[in-house]
Structure formats: structure tokens, C-alpha cells
């Protein structure tokens, strides 16, 4: 019966600390890459979630603003507002930023539209800003610009920060 238990195969202590170092220093390269990956992932989706609302909101801006009678607000060219305001097809539109950071589109006295995503946030009120940029004439009628900024944050945040873009472009009255 010795001969058996002398025969049987088994570790070492010295085998099973060099089977633990090399598991560990496994584990720690694989998280590590693992980490990497989620963030790349965190930077991409913050990026296009800015991307893809800055977008859409000077989409709908310059749709509206195309589209509108007349602009109520800001009043007089030269002027800079917070908020925009806009008479299509005998219907207030109302652009504005409303507390946590969203913009919102107000038809008549209904229930505000929210434009941004959950992902991103109007970086700050003060920054979204219409100023009305004159009138130019053509063939006897007067066209109102709207000078449109402001600037999208978003919500996930990375090792690198939360993305913050500025959007800026200008848009007028069609006339009609």
C-alpha cells in the first residue's frame, strides 16, 4: 500500500504558488482590458448622444424658423433672448430651457415637448441664446435670421470627462 500512495501524483506547494501567480496576473491583465473596453464604449455613446441631439435640434430649429410667420421673440433685430418665439400657421411656438438643463418646445399653452435626450443636458441656461440677426429684403418683403447657440453636455462621463460640444448656426424666414 506505500507503494501506491508514493506512486499517486500531486502538487507541489511551489506548483500551486506559481498556478496562483500566473491565474492572478491573468486576472489583472483581463480586467484591466476589460475596463478599457467599457470606457471606449462610455466616450463613444457620449460623443454620439451629443452629436445626434445637436443635430436634431438645429434640425427642428431651422424647420420651425423656415416655416414661421413671424417671430415674436427676441423683438427687434440685434436682440438676444434665452428663449425663442415664433408664430407658424397661427400657432405660438416656444423654444426654451427649462430647469435640469432641457430644451423644450412649448405649442400654444400644451404640454412642453422635451428635444434633448436623457443623455445630454443644455450645458447651461445662459449659454442657449437666439439673437436676432436683422432683416434683409427681398422683391418688396422682409425675411428675419435667427442666430442660434448653445451647448449639449452629456450625461455618461468617461475617464476623459463628459463631452461638451457647441452648436451654432443661423437661420431665417422663408416668407411667404
Same mark, same amino acid.
Do not use: C
Given at each position: 500500500? #506505500? #507503494?501506491? $500512495? ?14 496562483m501567480g ?6 489583472? =491583465?483581463?480586467t484591466?482590458i476589460?475596463?478599457?473596453a467599457?470606457?471606449? +464604449?462610455l466616450e ?6 451629443? +452629436?445626434?441631439?445637436?443635430? *436634431?435640434i438645429?434640425?427642428?430649429?431651422? *424647420?420651425?424658423? %423656415?416655416?414661421a ?5 427676441? =423683438?427687434t ?7 425663442? +418665439?415664433l408664430t $407658424?400657421?397661427?400657432?405660438? *411656438? /416656444? *423654444? ?5 438643463n432641457?430644451?423644450t418646445l412649448t405649442? &400654444?399653452?400644451?404640454?412642453?415637448? +422635451?428635444? %434633448? ?5 443644455i !450645458? %447651461? ?5 437666439? /439673437?436676432? =440677426? ?5 422683391n418688396?418683403?422682409? #425675411? &428675419? !435670421?435667427i ?7 452629456s450625461?455618461?462621463k468617461?475617464?476623459?470627462g463628459a463631452?461638451? #460640444?457647441?452648436?451654432q ?8
Amino acid at each position: 500500500m #506505500k #507503494k501506491k $500512495i508514493l506512486n499517486s501524483k500531486a502538487f507541489t506547494l511551489v506548483e500551486l504558488l506559481v498556478f496562483m501567480g500566473i491565474f492572478a496576473i491573468l486576472i489583472v =491583465v483581463l480586467t484591466q482590458i476589460f475596463l478599457s473596453a467599457l470606457n471606449v +464604449q462610455l466616450e463613444s455613446q457620449a460623443t454620439s448622444s451629443v +452629436q445626434q441631439d445637436g443635430r *436634431y435640434i438645429l434640425a427642428r430649429l431651422a *424647420y420651425d424658423i %423656415n416655416r414661421a410667420k413671424n417671430i415674436t421673440e427676441p =423683438v427687434t433685430p440685434g436682440t438676444s433672448s434665452h428663449q425663442l +418665439q415664433l408664430t $407658424i400657421e397661427g400657432s405660438n *411656438y /416656444k *423654444y426654451a430651457a427649462i430647469s435640469g438643463n432641457l430644451l423644450t418646445l412649448t405649442v &400654444d399653452t400644451g404640454t412642453p415637448i +422635451q428635444l %434633448n435626450s436623457f443623455q445630454t443636458t443644455i !450645458s %447651461n441656461i445662459s449659454d442657449l441664446n437666439f /439673437k436676432r =440677426v436683422g432683416a434683409g429684403s427681398t422683391n418688396g418683403t422682409t #425675411k &428675419d !435670421s435667427i442666430q442660434i447657440n448653445f451647448t449639449l453636455t452629456s450625461s455618461s462621463k468617461s475617464q476623459s470627462g463628459a463631452e461638451v #460640444k457647441k452648436f451654432q448656426t443661423t437661420a431665417g424666414v422663408r416668407g411667404n
